[in-house]
C-alpha cells in the first residue's frame, strides 16, 4: 500500500469512528434522506495515482461545489467582463444572506455565495434555452469527471424548486436591480439542477485536477483554462469556497477549497493533487464537519497546507 493510501485509509477509519459529525441539511427535503453516516474520500496526484476510502463512489449531491465549474464556464463565455456581475471578496456572511445583497444594491460580493452563483448562471443561461445551459453544465461536467456517466438527480432538483424559497427571494431582488438578463424562473431552473448534479468522490476529485496543475489535467494533457485562470480560481475558493466558515477554513486546512450542502467539499493542493471528501453532516455554515477535520488531518501529515507546514 502506498504511503498516501495508508494516510486516506487511517483517516477514513477515524472518522467513521467519530460520533460528532454534524447535522444533515434539510432545508432541501431531499438531502435530509442521506446517510448522516456516510464517508467518503478521493485524492489523486499529479501522476494520477489515486487513494480512496469509505463511500468513494457513491454519488452524492455536489450542490454548490458545482458553483466552481459555471464560474469556469462563465469565464470562458464572457472572460473578465464577468466581474461586473460579481465581486471578489468574501462575504463573512452565510452562503443564503439577504441583507448584504441589499446593502449592495444587488450586485453579489462573490460568485460562491447563492446571489453570486445565480449571476454566474445567468451569463451562462444568456443565449440558450434553459435547457441546453443545463446540457453544457453536465457535459462540461462528464467531460471533466471522466465519466459519461455523471447524472442529475432529478429528485433533488424538484424538491429545491418546490422549496427552494430562500434562492427565489434573491433572484427576484437581483432582478429588481437589473442584475440579470434572463427570466428568474429559467436562471433558478437551471441554477437548482447543477446543484442537483450526483458525482462521487472519486469523479470528482477528477474533475478538480486541472486546478491543482495550471488549468491541465497532467494526465490527459487537455487544456481546460489558462494557468492565470485556474491561479485566480484557486484564490476565490480559497477566500469565498466557505462562505462565512472561509477564514476557519483556510487557517486549518490551508488549501482552496470549495463545499456544498449535500456535505462534499472540493480541495486542491497546488501542484500536488485534487481531493474529494464526503461526509453529510454539516456545521453551523453549511459546510461539512467531518470533510473538514478529514481535510485538516490529511493536509498536516502530508504536509501540503499552501501556507507551509
Ligand atoms: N442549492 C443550494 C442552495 O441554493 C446550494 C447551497 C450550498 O451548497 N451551500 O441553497
Same mark, same amino acid.
Given at each position: 500500500m502506498s504511503d498516501l493510501q495508508e494516510i486516506v485509509s487511517e483517516i477514513v477509519d477515524a472518522m467513521r469512528a467519530r460520533e460528532d459529525r454534524g447535522e444533515v441539511a434539510t432545508y432541501i427535503p431531499e438531502l435530509a434522506r442521506v446517510d448522516p453516516g456516510a464517508f467518503g474520500i478521493a485524492v489523486i496526484d499529479r501522476e494520477g495515482n489515486v487513494a480512496v476510502g469509505g463511500d468513494a463512489d457513491t454519488p452524492f449531491s455536489i450542490q454548490s461545489i458545482s458553483k466552481v465549474f459555471t464560474l469556469t464556464l462563465a469565464l470562458g463565455k464572457v472572460g473578465d467582463r464577468l466581474w461586473s456581475r460579481v465581486g471578489r471578496e468574501p462575504s463573512g456572511s452565510p452562503f443564503n444572506s439577504i441583507v448584504q445583497l441589499e446593502r449592495e444594491q !444587488?450586485?453579489?460580493?462573490?460568485?460562491?455565495?447563492n446571489a453570486g452563483a445565480l449571476a454566474v448562471t445567468d451569463v451562462i443561461v444568456s443565449g440558450h434555452q434553459p435547457r441546453e445551459a443545463l446540457g453544457e453544465i453536465l457535459r462540461f461536467m462528464q467531460f471533466l469527471g471522466q465519466d459519461g456517466a455523471i447524472a442529475i438527480d432529478q429528485a433533488v432538483a424538484a424538491s429545491e424548486q418546490r422549496t427552494g424559497f430562500r434562492n427565489r427571494a434573491l433572484a427576484n431582488y437581483m432582478k429588481s436591480f437589473d442584475r440579470l438578463d434572463n427570466a428568474v424562473d429559467f436562471v433558478l431552473g437551471v441554477y437548482f439542477h447543477h446543484c442537483a448534479i450526483a458525482m462521487s468522490c472519486r469523479q470528482l476529485a477528477t474533475a478538480g485536477r486541472f486546478l491543482a496543475h495550471l488549468g491541465r489535467n497532467p494526465e490527459t494533457g487537455l487544456s481546460v483554462v489558462q494557468p492565470d485562470r485556474a491561479r485566480r480560481i484557486n484564490a476565490l475558493m480559497l477566500t469565498? !469556497?466557505?462562505?462565512?466558515g472561509s477564514g476557519e477554513f483556510a487557517f486549518r486546512v490551508g488549501l482552496p477549497g470549495k463545499s456544498g450542502v449535500g456535505g462534499g467539499i472540493l480541495a486542491i493542493a497546488p501542484g500536488k493533487a485534487s481531493i474529494a471528501v464526503w461526509s453529510p453532516g454539516l456545521d453551523p455554515s453549511g459546510n461539512s464537519h467531518l470533510g473538514r477535520i478529514a481535510l485538516e488531518e490529511l493536509t498536516r501529515r502530508l504536509g501540503w497546507s499552501i501556507f507551509g507546514m
Amino acid at each position: 500500500m502506498s504511503d498516501l493510501q495508508e494516510i486516506v485509509s487511517e483517516i477514513v477509519d477515524a472518522m467513521r469512528a467519530r460520533e460528532d459529525r454534524g447535522e444533515v441539511a434539510t432545508y432541501i427535503p431531499e438531502l435530509a434522506r442521506v446517510d448522516p453516516g456516510a464517508f467518503g474520500i478521493a485524492v489523486i496526484d499529479r501522476e494520477g495515482n489515486v487513494a480512496v476510502g469509505g463511500d468513494a463512489d457513491t454519488p452524492f449531491s455536489i450542490q454548490s461545489i458545482s458553483k466552481v465549474f459555471t464560474l469556469t464556464l462563465a469565464l470562458g463565455k464572457v472572460g473578465d467582463r464577468l466581474w461586473s456581475r460579481v465581486g471578489r471578496e468574501p462575504s463573512g456572511s452565510p452562503f443564503n444572506s439577504i441583507v448584504q445583497l441589499e446593502r449592495e444594491q !444587488g450586485l453579489p460580493r462573490n460568485p460562491f455565495i447563492n446571489a453570486g452563483a445565480l449571476a454566474v448562471t445567468d451569463v451562462i443561461v444568456s443565449g440558450h434555452q434553459p435547457r441546453e445551459a443545463l446540457g453544457e453544465i453536465l457535459r462540461f461536467m462528464q467531460f471533466l469527471g471522466q465519466d459519461g456517466a455523471i447524472a442529475i438527480d432529478q429528485a433533488v432538483a424538484a424538491s429545491e424548486q418546490r422549496t427552494g424559497f430562500r434562492n427565489r427571494a434573491l433572484a427576484n431582488y437581483m432582478k429588481s436591480f437589473d442584475r440579470l438578463d434572463n427570466a428568474v424562473d429559467f436562471v433558478l431552473g437551471v441554477y437548482f439542477h447543477h446543484c442537483a448534479i450526483a458525482m462521487s468522490c472519486r469523479q470528482l476529485a477528477t474533475a478538480g485536477r486541472f486546478l491543482a496543475h495550471l488549468g491541465r489535467n497532467p494526465e490527459t494533457g487537455l487544456s481546460v483554462v489558462q494557468p492565470d485562470r485556474a491561479r485566480r480560481i484557486n484564490a476565490l475558493m480559497l477566500t469565498c !469556497g466557505h462562505y462565512d466558515g472561509s477564514g476557519e477554513f483556510a487557517f486549518r486546512v490551508g488549501l482552496p477549497g470549495k463545499s456544498g450542502v449535500g456535505g462534499g467539499i472540493l480541495a486542491i493542493a497546488p501542484g500536488k493533487a485534487s481531493i474529494a471528501v464526503w461526509s453529510p453532516g454539516l456545521d453551523p455554515s453549511g459546510n461539512s464537519h467531518l470533510g473538514r477535520i478529514a481535510l485538516e488531518e490529511l493536509t498536516r501529515r502530508l504536509g501540503w497546507s499552501i501556507f507551509g507546514m
